[in-house]
């Protein structure tokens, strides 16, 4: 084997070898970029999940203030009136933490259905 194309085939793997370095430097940026926006849906959906919890503590809290004014025959219409609205931000949590917990879902699904498609 002649010298020049000796050097030429060290070139070619050395070329190869660089190329495969980039595609591997790519997938690593592509998963840092999926790992970055499942942190992201990560810290929503504990956030809507410590709102959930805060919000279903005021509920129970107002509904046992209720109870204890109904069963001392006294009707308060602003603890029913709290009572309810503690009642609807419950069922507003939930529904953004049911929604955060699907968005994480489907965003950790994205790539696998990407690939597939």
């Excluded at 190329?19 to 997938?27: A, N, V």
């Excluded at 609205?85 to 699904?109: P, Q, S, Y």
Aim: hydrophobic content about 45%; overall charge negative.
């Amino acid at each position: 084997m002649s010298e020049s194309s000796e050097l030429e085939a060290r070139l070619e793997r050395a070329l190869a070898r660089i190329s495969e370095g980039l595609d591997q430097l790519r997938q690593m940026d592509e998963l840092e970029v999926s790992l970055s926006r499942q942190a992201e849906e990560m810290t929503r959906l504990d956030s809507d999940l410590q709102r959930l919890r805060a919000t279903n503590d005021a509920l129970r809290s107002v509904n046992t203030q209720l109870r204890e004014a109904n069963a001392a025959g006294l009707a308060d219409a602003s603890l029913v009136n709290a009572a309810l609205a503690a009642e609807l931000d419950a069922l507003k949590a939930a529904r953004a933490a049911d929604k955060a917990e699907v968005e994480t879902v489907l965003a950790a699904l994205e790539p696998v259905i990407g690939e597939d498609a």
